[in-house]
Structure formats: structure tokens, C-alpha cells
């Protein structure tokens, strides 16, 4: 198994236009053998210690093997709407692992 964890910031203003791309994209995870496990939208009062800026959405995916998850990156239909992701993302940090 792979886990993915995604940090995301978005720009200010921008909010609708990344859950329209969401509705697209987590979905999709399914199509290649993922899971959605926590999606998380933390707040200040939720953050106990931090040394970085609060990311807006943080996600936890799992992906039955590598190549499940770039071909989930590679789906046509997703493709078609990484405009929206573009506009609406500032920054993501994407933390690879797996279980221990």
C-alpha cells in the first residue's frame, strides 16, 4: 500500500473553484484502486503547535501500488479540469509513506 498525504493552500477567494475541481478529482481515486481516508479541513482552534502556515485541506489517500496512483494522475477526464486546480491551488506539499 501507498499512502499519500497532500498539504493544500489555497489563494483567497478561490474556494468554490478547488471544490469544483475536488468533486472531479476524488471521485476518480476510487478508479485506480484508491481510497479517501480523512480529508480534513483544520482550524485554528483544531491546531495545537505549528511552525507553518495552516494548510486549507489536508488529505490521506491510499493507493493500492505506485503505479495505481500515477495512473490516477494521468486520468484523461481528470486532466481536463487541472485548470481549475490551477486556479484555485497557491501551494500543495505532497508527503509519500506507507504503513509501518
Not at 468554490?16 to 479541513?41: M, V
Not at 485554528?44 to 486549507?56: L, Q
Amino acid at each position: 500500500m501507498l499512502f499519500i498525504t497532500q498539504l493544500i493552500y489555497i489563494i483567497k477567494g478561490q474556494e468554490s473553484i478547488f471544490h469544483e475541481f475536488e468533486e472531479i478529482a476524488i471521485p476518480t481515486i476510487a478508479k485506480y484502486n484508491g481510497k479517501l481516508l480523512l480529508r480534513l479541513r483544520p482550524t485554528a482552534e483544531s491546531c495545537i503547535e505549528s511552525s507553518m502556515e495552516r494548510p486549507y485541506e489536508v488529505h490521506l489517500v491510499e493507493f493500492e501500488t505506485m503505479q495505481d496512483f500515477e495512473d490516477f494522475k494521468l486520468d484523461e477526464n481528470r486532466k481536463k479540469f487541472l485548470h481549475l486546480k490551477e486556479q484555485s491551488i497557491k501551494a500543495s506539499i505532497l508527503i509519500q509513506g506507507s504503513k509501518l
